[in-house]
């Protein structure tokens, strides 16, 4: 018998409570078809409702696709995600505390779905530690009507770590891209393969149910078992998708280059216009070393990759995504998370068992809020939160963290030219402060286990000693006290070596990098 229906029968099947799970990153991977049914039907019925919805990444299109098709009040009742910042509708409802809401490292996420598919006790982790999902600083709960304990602190021989416990799936919906009669599902067209078969064996040893969305259907018995990532004996239903439902990405419909089926010549990549984002990106490669295995966030630091490519050295380097992509070059903008000509796709589970065992080299982050410490927070500002994404794991786990963006922020500008960098107008918002909103990351706890942190911004370098925030670079031209500390609200340690910042590196044509790169 076809296990194929409607998305709208599916919502149907859907019952008021549930815990309904998710593969998702931004777009790529999530069933769209079947959110906009449940969306659909709860409008038109008032069900399903008081669902709780879990996913490990960010979902959605900061508008209306991904888990913005839930921001109602009354259709979730709780909601544990790695971010959720590109779903503004349903993060209305935790900040208006409408809804119940953990938001926890996305790795560790990944990990408890394969931990509930063998149906073990949870995930037991450093990572974490110091951070606002350590117990001793919330928790990860996020809004104030939020009450269950998800993480515990625990110590084995003398040495702390965090218990993230499990909890029942109802319902796994997961995508891919042909599915037969049977259910066996197929990930060809796919940019990644996420956790769809953590998760289907999850939910199914849970005597959950479990929804695939696909592109096309075939007959059982025609697909290549090789092929296959998810096992019809794992799959209730087949719900085949628009083709507007199934995009790649964010904008994306199919793009060979981003699954694996061609590879795309990447030398046309325009370079960086002299600014401040290209001095920044710039003076961070000057910390790369050769065969590097990178991982760099999205926004500011994906301008590393440009200046790589740029100066030649990008074949010396390997760049990898926390979604499970080695290699190639990771998409920008709405594109991100997928990568262009990838070498090697994994599960995400196993990308994450690969950074937290410390297999990155180096990872390149966004600075959002620094304090005296060290500290960061990317994940909360304001009465607005976002969620961690991966940055917990990843700056816990790599071997060198550094973290680059503006000294402020908010209507700044700035030219470059004559060797330096003039301030044309002073950013509103100051991002060295002296109480963070959330710490995202934990200076104290890194500084206690001797990692290297870097900070680089566009006039300034800042490094982690024992005891802080040290200034020990300075740009050409740059009066310390005036353009740099008087826009910081702490005073950072100064170094007795200060330096300037290379001039070469706030000129028009660099050409330096890979000679820099080769004596490291």
């Known amino acids: 018998m076809s296990k194929v229906i409607s998305a709208e029968k599916v919502a149907q099947l859907i019952k008021d409570g549930s815990c309904v799970a998710w593969t998702t990153a931004g777009l790529c991977g999530f069933a769209e078809e079947v959110a906009g049914a449940i969306e659909k039907s709860f409008l038109e019925t008032g069900h399903p409702r008081d669902l709780f919805l879990t996913h490990s990444c960010g979902c959605g299109d900061h508008k209306t696709r991904g888990m913005n098709h839930f921001g109602y009040e009354g259709l979730v009742r709780k909601h544990v995600a790695g971010h959720i910042g590109e779903a503004p509708k349903l993060g209305k409802l935790v900040t208006d505390n409408k809804i119940e809401c953990h938001l ?187 065969n590097n295995i990178l991982n760099l966030g999205i926004g500011m630091p ?95 786990s790599a071997k060198k963290v550094v973290f680059c963006g503006t000294l402020t922020a908010s209507e700044d500008e700035y030219e470059v030219k004559d060797g330096t960098i003039k301030i044309v107008k002073e950013g509103k918002i100051k991002k060295f402060v002296n109480k963070l909103d959330q710490i995202t990351f934990s200076g104290t706890y890194a500084s206690k286990l001797g990692k290297p942190v870097l900070y680089v911004t566009e006039r300034a370098v800042f490094l982690l000693e024992k005891d802080g925030l040290t200034l020990i670079e300075v740009a050409p031209g740059m009066d310390v006290e005036k353009d740099v500390i008087a826009q910081m609200e702490f005073r950072p340690i100064i170094s007795p070596n200060l330096k300037e910042m290379p001039r070469e590196i706030f000129q028009p044509t660099w050409g330096k990098l890979k000679e820099i790169v080769q004596k490291n």
């Open 104 to 290: 926890l490292p996305q790795g560790v996420m990944t990990h408890l779905w394969r931990q509930m598919a063998g149906k073990k006790i949870g995930v037991i982790s450093k990572i974490g530690l110091g951070t606002f999902v350590d117990p001793r600083q919330g928790g990860g709960k996020i809004s104030e009507k939020t009450k269950d304990e998800f993480v515990k602190l625990v110590e084995f021989e003398g040495e702390e770590y965090l218990y993230y416990k499990t909890f029942p799936i109802d319902v796994a919906v997961i995508r891919g891209t042909t599915a037969d009669e049977s259910g066996n599902m197929t990930m060809d067209d796919e940019p990644l393969f996420l956790e769809a078969l953590s998760l289907a064996t999850a939910v199914k040893n849970n005597g959950g149910m479990v929804i695939a969305q696909v592109k096309y259907v075939s007959k059982t018995g025609t697909l290549d078992p090789k092929r296959v990532k998810v096992p019809g004996v794992m799959v209730d239903h087949v719900v085949i998708a628009k083709p507007e439902n199934h995009l790649q990405t964010k904008i994306t419909g199919y793009d060979p280059a981003l699954c694996g089926a061609s590879r795309k010549p990447m030398a046309t990549m325009a370079p960086l216009p002299l600014d401040e984002r290209k001095v920044i990106a710039r003076r961070v490669c000057m910390e790369l070393r050769p």
């Open 302 to 396: 994906d301008g590393v990759a440009r200046v790589a490519s740029e100066e030649g050295v990008i074949e010396m380097l390997t760049l990898s995504t926390e979604l499970g992509n080695f290699g190639g070059v990771p998409g920008s903008g709405p594109d991100f998370p997928a990568s262009w000509n990838p070498d090697c796709t994994v599960d995400h589970p196993y990308m994450f068992d690969f950074y937290d065992g410390g297999g990155l080299d180096m990872c390149v982050l966004g600075l959002a809020q620094t304090d005296k410490d060290g500290n960061l927070n990317v994940s909360k500002f304001g009465p607005r939160v976002v969620g961690p994404g991966g940055f917990i794991n990843i700056s816990s």
